[in-house]
């Protein structure tokens, strides 16, 4: 009996202390856990923003069509080596969009090495020489690029070195809201002012435009008067053009 009762009483011990460290555990789990996820956290904070684990290592462009990736990737400056985690893609994004050529660019991370960058570049609508060359301008008027020889299918721009971009910028709506047929036959658009645009065309004719305001309305009447002789067409009141 006394061998039965000891034994009864060391397995009673046992539970007991058994029972008692579950109920600590139970205590201190949400402890332990958190605890834990701090551990977690701090490590991948480490990782990515202080180790070389995840560090830049190359560009991706994407968009680009006349730009050169090599180009774009030289003027981002991305911090090759440096965690990508910690990499300024506002300051990469405003640097690209420095280029001329550019008219947006959008950047991002993609994990765990790179930068991507990708670019909407500027359409040229026609060509200007403001003395240094041919260069290509946009519907924004903003000049970029440059040409050894005229384009074909972009015409030229006639203007002073000091007009400003937005009598550029009209010029060029003016060009986009002409018919196929029409633009192809403008020799070159001369530029004073924003309200001072003329058309020449390629037979001597010569069509006072104004500014781009209600530019598709001119271009249906300038097609209407182009069928008759004159010399002279001013449309830029749509409506009431002359002709002489």
């Given amino acids: 009996m006394t061998t039965t009762e ?3 009483v060391t397995l009673a011990s046992r539970e007991f202390r058994r029972r008692r460290f579950s109920a600590r555990l139970r205590r201190w789990r949400p402890f332990l856990l958190a605890g834990l996820a701090v551990v977690l956290l701090a490590t991948g904070i480490w990782l990515v923003f ?5 560090t830049v290592r190359g560009v991706q462009v994407t968009g680009n069509t006349t730009l050169s990736a090599t180009r774009v990737e030289a003027v981002a400056g991305a ?6 985690a910690r990499a300024d893609l506002g300051a990469i994004q405003a640097r690209v ?3 001329p050529a550019v008219r947006s660019a959008s950047v991002s991370r993609s994990w765990p090495h790179t930068v991507h960058v990708d670019v909407v570049e500027r359409t040229p609508v026609a060509v200007v020489n403001r003395g240094s060359g041919l260069q290509a301008v946009d519907d924004q008027g903003v000049l970029f690029g440059r040409y050894a020889s005229q384009p074909a299918d972009l015409p030229l721009v006639r203007t002073a070195p000091d007009v400003k971009a937005d009598a550029l910028a ?4 003016v060009v986009g809201s002409l018919r196929s047929d029409i633009a192809a036959r403008v020799d070159f658009i001369d530029v004073q002012t924003i309200d001072r645009i003329r058309l020449r065309l390629d037979d001597g004719r010569v069509v006072s435009w104004g500014s781009a305001e209600h530019s598709a309305q001119k271009a249906e009447v300038l097609a209407v008067l182009l069928q008759q002789k004159a010399q002279e067409i001013d449309v830029s009141v749509p409506g009431r053009p002359t002709t002489r």
């Fill in 79 to 84: 911090p090759l080596g440096k965690p990508l």
């Fill in 50 to 54: 202080f180790s070389s684990a995840m």
């Fill in 170 to 173: 009209e010029a060029a709506r």
């Fill in 6 to 8: 000891e034994e009864t």
């Fill in 97 to 99: 969009e420095a280029l």
